[in-house]
């Protein structure tokens, strides 16, 4: 059974940070590309960033030099740390595992944790 468990959201001042955790299962997990997306009330879904297998990673303009995702292969975790955070960070943000070989795609999605950042 594959679960992808998200945690670590709330509420947040501007300028504070708050640190997303993912907690995998259910699949071979370093043979996964992880994501994080979110998507603001009224706004479309968006990537925020991703993690690769070879743990090369990418970000949305919004959010670089401000949040870091990692993984660990051995706790079968992806984290994204948010630094800096605005207003406009303020979404649901899903955590995402997908894989692609010749025979098969895998794409699976966690619940999802608020992140509110406010005074």
């Known amino acids: 059974q594959v679960q992808l468990v998200e945690s670590g959201g709330g509420l947040v001042q501007p300028g504070g940070s708050l640190r997303l955790s993912c907690a995998a299962s259910?699949?071979?997990?370093?043979?996964?590309?992880m994501s994080w997306y979110r998507q603001a009330p009224g706004k479309e879904h968006e990537l925020v960033a991703r993690?690769?297998?070879?743990?090369?990673?990418d970000y949305a303009d919004g959010v670089k030099g401000r949040f870091i995702i990692s993984r660990d292969n051995a706790k079968n975790t992806v984290n994204l740390q948010m630094n800096s955070l605005k207003p406009e960070d303020t979404a649901v943000y899903y955590c995402?595992?997908?894989?692609?070989?010749?025979?098969?795609?895998?794409?699976?999605w966690g619940q999802g944790t608020q992140v509110t950042v406010s005074t």
């Open positions: 259910g699949f071979t997990f370093s043979n996964y590309v």
């Open positions: 993690i690769d297998t070879d743990t090369s990673t």
């Open positions: 995402n595992a997908y894989m692609r070989s010749f025979i098969t795609e895998r794409d699976y």
